[in-house]
């Protein structure tokens, strides 16, 4: 008899936000399509949540999956320093004229957390260049920018940095904009704008930090603040790129534009790691030079990886059809006539959505990250063939844009049957 999956994976791996001790062995998935995984034993989930929000377009999207094969025929990788190739050319020259601002150049890495350390070393190193002397970054609390150290410095101090808070660096945190805070928070920026090279932040949607939403128009009023100060600003786009918040982006919602932006999840419709961190000429200009010093030291082994540029060009093919365009919209509706349904409840607080984005708190314990009640809920939802994945008490759901309507009324009613059960206990309880 040979071991099962889960048996060898227990002897071998080490999973990502994952408690060893007393876990609930991974379900081994065999395969995916569009919005369903699929285990061995022939069980099937709605991927609510896009895998950790990169399957936009869903699994086994056959058109993204022969433009990967073409390619990895072609050229599967080249060192991408005094070598250029044309996947990673075209897919600046598309990118660039669709994304939110004056962008002009592109900068490829491999992951979201690289994508921020990448912007965060053009906005020191651009006031370095200049001769300036800036050095502070400035971000929001319950941020979150990835998990490499520089991306930790720059997100809230949780229980995911504390083991390391003290190797980080120094970050001014200011709370998002709400209509009572926001003189007091430009004011802030003001008085401290000489000093911060970058500001860093999550337009509209907080993700990891429990999907908070905030105002487009406060947001706006930041931004002026900064840039009045010449404060380089950062939109960090990792989560909300390509079509999350409705449109293809969520600075499409502000009208003042950043300097950086940066991309991943989503770039190559969740089928391959890259990073995109783009800048505009200005900022590019900055880092000119006949004295080398003033170079971006900074790359990677897979650096515009000529397969992940291809699945990205393949994707973007997609989400740019009007088919895509409308599945996003109808999203959304769905979401906003969901919230209308959610009466005044125990259990329930804060019911939100922007864009394909729902998301909820249950009043069980503290609102934190390890909360007790987000894996029994991930369990109740696979029972019930949907996967859902909590942070912490912060139920949220964030599909696949390929899913259908039928999907849409198991999830939501899924959403219900959870809370009713929630509201049946505390109700005893009582
Ligand atoms: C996920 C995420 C990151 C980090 O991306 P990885 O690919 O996981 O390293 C950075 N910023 C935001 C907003 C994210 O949601």
Not at 13 to 37: A, C, E, M
Not at 293 to 320: W, Y
Not at 349 to 357: D, K, S, V
Request: aromatic share 10%.
């Amino acid at each position: 008899m040979t071991n099962s999956l889960t048996e060898r994976d227990a002897k071998v791996i080490w999973h990502p936000y994952t408690q060893h001790k007393n876990f609930l062995p991974p379900i081994p998935i065999v395969s995916g399509k569009d919005t369903l995984l699929f285990d061995d034993k022939g069980n099937s989930y709605i991927d609510a949540i896009s895998s950790w929000w990169v399957s936009i377009h869903g699994h086994g999207n056959a058109y993204i999956a022969e433009k990967i094969y073409q390619q990895a025929g072609r050229l599967e990788q080249v060192i991408f320093t005094g070598f250029t190739h044309e996947p990673a050319v075209r897919l600046a020259e598309r990118l660039l004229p669709l994304l939110p601002g004056d962008f002009s150049r592109v900068f490829y890495s491999d992951n979201g957390s690289t994508a921020v350390e990448v912007a965060m070393k053009m906005a020191i190193q651009y006031w370095g260049n200049k001769g300036e002397a800036r050095t502070k970054l400035l971000a929001f609390h319950n941020s979150y920018h990835g998990d490499t150290f520089g991306a930790m410095s720059v997100s809230e101090r949780s229980v995911f940095t504390a083991p390391f808070n003290d190797y980080l660096f120094e970050v001014i945190f200011i709370d998002t904009p709400t209509p009572e805070n926001i003189d007091q928070l430009c004011h802030f920026i003001h008085e401290h704008g000489r000093e911060i090279a970058g500001f860093i932040y999550e337009p509209l949607v907080q993700g990891a930090g429990g999907m908070i939403m905030y105002e487009a128009a406060l947001l706006d009023r930041l931004l002026t603040e900064a840039a009045a100060d010449r404060i380089l600003c950062i939109a960090d786009e990792v989560m909300t790129g390509f079509g999350r918040t409705g449109r293809l982006f969520a600075g499409e919602y502000l009208r003042h534009k950043a300097d950086i932006i940066c991309l991943s999840k989503g770039l190559t419709g969740g089928t391959m790691a890259l990073g995109v961190t783009a800048a505009t000429e200005r900022l590019f200009e900055a880092f000119l030079s006949d004295d080398k010093r003033k170079t971006l030291f900074h790359g990677h082994s897979f650096t515009a990886n000529p397969i992940a540029c291809a699945a990205s060009l393949a994707s973007l093919d997609i989400i740019l059809t009007e088919e895509c365009r409308q599945r996003i919209e109808r999203i959304g509706q769905r979401h906003q006539a969901f919230l209308q349904t959610i009466g005044p409840s125990s259990v329930v607080r804060n019911a939100r959505a922007t864009g394909t984005i729902l998301a909820f708190e249950v009043n069980t314990g503290r609102d934190e990250y390890i909360n007790a009640i987000g894996p029994v809920i991930t369990k109740q939802s696979l029972e019930r063939g949907i996967y859902l994945r909590p942070l912490g008490n912060t139920v949220y759901v964030m599909p696949p844009y390929c899913i259908t309507e039928k999907e849409m009324d198991q999830v939501y009613e899924f959403l219900v049957h959870c809370i009713t059960s929630l509201e049946e206990k505390n109700s005893i309880r009582i």
